[in-house]
């Protein structure tokens, strides 16, 4: 059976600590924490790209939602922005205050798996998943 979590953030820059703060607590909660650093990074690196660029006003919302099952851990992060797609280059940039974009590096090397998806209403969902068990 799966244990949900779902939270509106702010999109500002507190929403970040919002979602690593209440996935950790869920994942502390449930009965597969083995992976909580990993996803709360996750969470939080994935979050933070859609206060940065969905361009979202400050009144707008981000939706993060989770499944965690003993052998699994399923994160979306889900925005009204202008979304990206997969053949987005991953490679950081450097920049005058240093380097930035390793958000989505980090998904793709900690992650089982993720991808970008586009919803009906236009809404944007980032979605990583990582394996709780040793298979």
Do not use: Y
């Not at 924490?33 to 969905?54: C, F, G, K, Q």
């Amino acid at each position: 059976m799966a244990e949900t979590l779902e939270l509106s953030l702010p999109a500002t820059s507190t929403a970040p600590a919002i979602a690593r703060e209440a996935l950790s607590r869920a994942l502390e909660a449930s009965s597969a924490p083995s992976r909580i650093d990993d996803a709360a990074l996750l969470a939080s690196e994935v979050v933070t790209n859609s206060v940065r660029h969905a361009q979202l006003p400050p009144d707008a919302d981000i939706v993060l939602r989770a499944s965690i099952t003993p052998e699994s851990l399923r994160v979306e992060v889900l925005d009204e922005g202008p979304g990206f797609s997969m053949k987005v280059d991953v490679r950081p940039r450097t920049s005058e205050v240093g380097t930035a974009g390793w958000g989505l590096i980090l998904v793709d090397e900690l992650a089982d798996t993720w991808g970008v998806e586009r919803g009906p209403t236009g809404s944007t969902c980032v979605w990583f998943e990582l394996r709780l068990t040793d298979i």
